[in-house]
Structure formats: structure tokens, C-alpha cells
Nanobody
Framework: QVQLVESGGGLVQAGGSLRLSCAASGRTFSSYAMGWFRQAPGEERDIVATITWRTGSTYYADSVKGRFTISRDNAKNTVYLQMNSLKPEDTAIYYC????????????WGQGTQVTVSS
């Protein structure tokens, strides 16, 4: 089991930027990949971006491609989400998650951090 703590959320104007951080602890050796998800009020949780620890291979949802960048610092067991050109529709609670090698689903989750983008 991996413990995850997100930080860096806040209130920004449309067009602005935020950088989210996710610090991992516990059984970090079992983590193969990390992901950022988000959930807007009354909506389902959607995937935003993922990254693997070993190679840094990334995936982005179409809605954030070209605006968001996921990265990792293996020495610090920390994953980041750089969010640029923010839009009001990016407003959501953002969650960090970990997936074990071979697992179908992400199975460790952080508490979430609120991102609000005003127009």
C-alpha cells in the first residue's frame, strides 16, 4: 500500500497556471505508474494523465493535451502536474493515484486537492 498526499491546488484566473505535487510514501517499491485524475461536482472521476516510474512514459487525456505536463522525481518519490492555460472547465478536485505492475486499476489514492479556475 502506498500513501499519497497532493498539494498545490488553489484559485486561479482563466489562462493562468498551477503546479500540483503528489508525495508518495510507504510501499513505493511496488508502484509501477502514477496518475492524476479529476472529478467535477456531480460528475464521474476522469483520468487526466499518467506516468511510469521506470521510463517516464506518459499518457494524456485529449482535453488537457498540450496544456498539462506530468513529470516525476524518482529520488523524491514525487509526481507533478504542471497545468498551463487553465480553463474554467478544468475546475475539479484533482487526485493522485498509484498502480502496481500488472494491475488493471489504480489502487492507492490521495485525499485530493481543489483546483478552481475563474472566468
Amino acid at each position: 500500500q502506498v500513501q499519497l498526499v497532493e498539494s498545490g491546488g488553489g484559485l486561479v484566473q482563466a489562462g493562468g497556471s498551477l503546479r500540483l505535487s503528489c508525495a508518495a510514501s510507504g510501499r513505493t517499491f511496488s508502484s509501477y505508474a502514477m496518475g492524476w485524475f479529476r472529478q467535477a461536482p456531480g460528475e464521474e472521476r476522469d483520468i487526466v494523465a499518467t506516468i511510469t516510474w521506470r521510463t517516464g512514459s506518459t499518457y494524456y487525456a485529449d482535453s488537457v493535451k498540450g496544456r498539462f505536463t506530468i513529470s516525476r522525481d524518482n529520488a523524491k518519490n514525487t509526481v507533478y502536474l504542471q497545468m498551463n492555460s487553465l480553463k474554467p472547465e478544468d475546475t475539479a478536485i484533482y487526485y493522485c493515484a498509484s498502480r502496481r505492475n500488472g494491475a488493471r486499476e489504480f489502487d492507492s489514492w490521495g485525499q485530493g486537492t481543489q483546483v478552481t479556475v475563474s472566468s
